[in-house]
């Protein structure tokens, strides 16, 4: 496309390079502003209309639903790969052969031991710690315990680093939460895929035989396969920044872990249970908490509505909530917090605040829901989040830094105080 962008400020033209994506998406690329225009910049909090970088991983389309990695639709994806098969194509660019992932695997799987001086680390903890902060201490401390891996300058290392971070991440998330629970800590099986493994390092009882349960299994495998990657969200953003700086693997994952914390983004799973919990607690009148969410004056939101790039709908929610049906029905499960869900669901779809706002279910709305029915502990809901995040950090990361990518660091436009003399304390 031979199309341009043209600034006009103060009778002056500036022209900037119209850059189009493979799916068609336009971009202008204002690289040249500042240095043209002698220093104007854009103002874009929350990165509404900013591309960070140009990447290959994921397309998604909030308009028409679409989430795609690699070229590959998650609908299918979700339905006929395997968690490292994902792992792998949103990593390296491409499904694996079957050599590929016998060795993907097997190298993960010598992976799955994290140094005992962890557990020293843990002991310091409080016993209430919530798991998302032991998760990002813990992945931090990876730094100092593999020092080799965290400055990588070939593709090698940067591959024995990924499979590092993949092998003890599930150990280390299943710890932070045996620690909340007084339990003895599980160590990895090999005999188990990874899937298998993260939920017996994460539930076996040492006094009980642990006996996996494949309806369990299938429906966090395909959970976690449709938290991979979301190309450029808070927390993946938060990886590549610090990334940027040339940070360690161990390091930008930590601070992706603390990022996806918050409610407003993956800690939304954890925040939908305790709204539906609040509703319940209160006697269950949806349309109360449907008004206090429409009422500008009043904080509360409803938790798990609205997507900043979806305004249509979720197309992993779509798959989820299929699911969950299936998962509740196999498993028996008869919840209330599930029927005021429903209720909820229903209610906000057709109000008419939420539509015009385009504020449909996301993921994190069925999430919750089917962790839940799945046994999960509610504070572990947005670990499982990050474990399934993992992979799309890891390929966001690698892309940057094979890329070589420039170090992250936005503008300002300051509106503080101009320069003032110094006030004496006993003038303030
Ligand atoms: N409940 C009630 N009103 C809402 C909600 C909600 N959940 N979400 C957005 N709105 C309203 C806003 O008040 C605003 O109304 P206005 O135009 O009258 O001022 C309008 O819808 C647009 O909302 P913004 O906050 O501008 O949208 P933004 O793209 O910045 O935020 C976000 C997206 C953060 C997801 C927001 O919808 C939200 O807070 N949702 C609840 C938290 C949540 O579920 N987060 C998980 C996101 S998915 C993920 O991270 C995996």
Redesign the pocket.
Known sequence: MSEIGVFEFKGKRYEFPVEVGTENEISINIKTLRGSTGGIITLDP?F?NTGSCKSEITFLDGEKGILRHRGYAIEELAKKASFLEVAYLLIFGELPTKAQLTKFEGDIKKNSLVNEEIKDILDGFPRSAHPMGVLSSLTGALTAFHPKYTDVHSEEEMYKAITKILGKFPVLAAWAHAKNEGMPFNYADNSLDYIENILMMMYKIPTEKYIPNPVVKKAMEELLIL?QD?EQ??STSTVRLVGSSHASLFASVSAGVSALWG????G?NQ??IEMLNEIIADGGDVDKFINR??D?NDP?????????VYKNF?PRALIIKKSADAVFESLGVTDPALKVAKHLEEVALSDP??KE?K?FP????YSGIIYKALGIPVEMFTVM?AIGRLPGWIAQWREMRMNNEPIGRPRQLYTGETIRDFKEMSKR
């Open positions: 929350g509404k938290h979301h969200n808070c409610p407003l983004h993956g939304a925040a939908v969410a429409k500008k509360f939101r409803l938790m798990g509505f609205g997507h900043r979720d605040y939420f706002r504020l996301n993921v994190d709305f989040f």
